[in-house]
């Protein structure tokens, strides 16, 4: 597990299942356009949720690549699910933008609601093919580049579904404290 702080915004980067966050108020779905259970995380939320899920989502979609919604967590040891339809890499453009939009809609949605925390799996890089380095850049560089203005929010956790894949997301933190974090800001 990784930590990095931005002002009052703690950044963690941990291996493990977003279904299994107890103690983070909302968890984000890697959803698909209709927000139906599906594969992957969206199969995995709908499965610990329960078809309560299914059906508050149902008024919901469709959404766009890029956007986000929020929904109860139904059986999950959650408060909220907020859904993401990130982008299919190759065949919605800009892809990095979209991406970018679902953490960036995520993070207002959860701020809006006056959450502290957050968990977000690795959106679009499973089925929709995104390359988990470019979508690491594009999550690291988002999540810091709004951390100042968030209000209620002190702690993202992103949950990475495999040590390689945690890596990566790590070193993506790195790179960026490097690059240009203020000093002082990290931890």
């Known amino acids: 597990m990784s930590r990095v702080s931005v002002g009052s915004l703690t950044v963690e980067c941990i291996c493990g299942d977003i279904t299994q966050q107890p103690?983070?108020?909302?968890?984000v779905n890697a959803a698909n356009a209709e927000l139906l259970p599906g594969g992957g995380v969206a199969g995995a939320i709908h499965r610990a949720?329960?078809?309560?899920?299914?059906?508050?989502?149902?008024?919901l979609a469709p959404i766009r690549p890029g956007q986000a919604v929020l929904t109860g967590a139904h059986k999950l040891p959650n408060?909220?699910?907020i859904h993401c339809l990130g982008p299919v890499f190759g065949r919605d453009e800009p892809a990095d933008r979209l991406l970018a939009s679902c953490y960036e809609q995520?993070?207002?949605l959860a701020d809006d609601h006056r959450l502290s925390s957050i968990a977000f799996p690795a959106i679009s890089t499973g089925a929709f093919g995104y390359p988990m380095d470019a979508a690491a850049r594009v999550v690291v560089g988002t999540i810091m580049a709004r951390a100042a203005t968030l209000t209620s929010l002190t702690l993202v956790r992103l949950v990475l579904h495999?040590?390689?894949?945690?890596?990566?997301?790590?070193?993506?933190?790195?790179?960026?404290?490097?690059?240009?974090?203020?000093?002082g800001h990290e931890s």
């Open 106 to 108: 995520a993070l207002r």
């Open 79 to 81: 408060r909220y699910v």
């Open 49 to 59: 949720a329960g078809p309560g899920l299914a059906a508050e989502c149902q008024h």
């Open 23 to 27: 103690d983070m108020e909302a968890v």
């Open 162 to 183: 495999t040590p390689h894949d945690l890596e990566v997301h790590e070193a993506a933190l790195t790179t960026l404290i490097r690059s240009g974090l203020p000093k």
